[in-house]
């Protein structure tokens, strides 16, 4: 069974930093991308970031490229995502996602982590 | 950076079917597969449709969804309370280098 748990989110002031953290299970996972999309509150769905399974791809929203940077520890089974200069409007949901079937796109999401930037 | 235009609603008595569109580009659906998720309230997304058209398993055949040039449709037939939901579609841009997601489409059921 897949399973995806996040966990580092919380609370942050505007121009701080954060590191959210994936851990993946029930499936080879260096062999799939896998991806941070995130849900500001009442929001849709936006992409944020994709990782090949290597790690030697990385992918960015425009939102948040120069900020934010996705990396992965194989041996962890494991991906990160490490967000600096916070903005008020990077306040939402944070899901990690494995890849489906090699275009990036997703099957199985976790449950979703808060991370909430305010003053 | 959502380029696929959704419907933000649409709306159906139970047991008739509701199509939701879904509006790209010639570098997003137009050149790669689409995929259909639903959100439940306070839920994670679920996969609903990949690759255009197939239905992972466990998902019931009231679920359909089609491509046609830079545009797709998810059809749900049979419609049920439990099918109030969003629903999102979502394809690789060539031009953005990334996933891109619709903008959503609420679903109620009357």
């Known amino acids: 069974e897949v399973q995806l748990l996040e966990s580092g989110g919380g609370l942050v002031q505007p121009g701080g930093s954060l590191r959210l953290s994936c851990a993946a299970s029930g499936f080879t996972f260096r062999s799939y991308a896998m991806s941070w999309v995130r849900q500001a509150p009442g929001k849709g769905l936006e992409w944020a970031s994709s990782?090949?399974?290597?790690?030697?791809?990385?992918f960015y929203a425009d939102s948040v490229k120069g900020r934010f940077t996705i990396s992965r520890d194989n041996s962890k089974n494991t991906i990160y995502l490490q967000m600096n200069s916070l903005r008020v409007e990077d306040t939402a949901v944070y899901y990690c996602a494995k890849e489906a079937f090699g275009d990036y796109l997703s099957d199985y999401w976790g449950q979703g982590i808060q991370v909430t930037v305010s003053s | 950076q959502s380029v696929l235009t959704q419907p933000p609603s649409a709306s159906e008595t139970p047991g008739q079917t509701v199509t939701i569109s879904c509006s790209g580009s010639s570098s997003s659906i137009g050149s790669n597969y689409v995929y259909w998720y639903q959100q439940l309230p306070g839920a994670a997304p679920k996969l609903l449709i990949y690759r255009n058209d197939q239905r992972p398993a466990g998902v019931p055949d009231r679920f359909s969804g089609s491509k046609s040039g830079t545009s797709a449709s998810l059809a749900i037939s049979g419609l049920r309370s439990e099918d109030e939901a969003d629903y999102y579609c979502a394809a690789w841009d060539d031009s953005l280098t990334g996933p891109v997601i619709g903008t959503g489409t609420k679903v109620t059921v009357l």
């Open positions: 990782i090949s399974g290597n790690g030697g791809s990385t």
